[in-house]
Nanobody, 112 residues
Framework: QVQLVESGGDLVQPGGSLRLSCAAS????????MYWYRQAPGKQREWVAI???????NYANSVKGRFTISRDNAKNTVYLQMNSLKSDDTAVYYC??????WGRGTQVTVSS
């Protein structure tokens, strides 16, 4: 079955950087579009970024120019490089393969 395991979340100061990872199994990873979402306290889950199977990317306006999504098909892993972090980026971050299966997420807290 599909399994997604996110990691890399941490407490970071405003302006800092983090790289999140998501290890996927149970899917044909190289053929699958991969997504990052996030859910802030008291808010609905929102889409953050997509990387297609061919490597094309797109981002939510709120993170464009600061976040970069990438993938390593040999490792069945998708990444989210997050730079110039703001307090508004505080959330639990999830990856998704479009299968409807969610991992446990990884907590990112941006605070001084």
């Amino acid at each position: 079955q599909v399994q997604l395991v996110e990691s890399g979340g941490d407490l970071v100061q405003p302006g800092g950087s983090l790289r999140l990872s998501c290890a996927a199994s149970g899917i044909s990873f190289s053929l699958t579009n991969m997504y990052w979402y996030r859910q802030a306290p008291g808010k609905q889950r929102e889409w953050v970024a997509i990387i297609t199977s061919s490597g094309n990317t797109n981002y939510a306006n709120s993170v464009k120019g600061r976040f970069t999504i990438s993938r390593d098909n040999a490792k069945n892993t998708v990444y989210l490089q997050m730079n110039s972090l703001k307090s508004d980026d505080t959330a639990v971050y999830y990856c998704n393969s479009g299968s409807g299966v969610w991992g446990r997420g990884t907590q990112v807290t941006v605070s001084s």
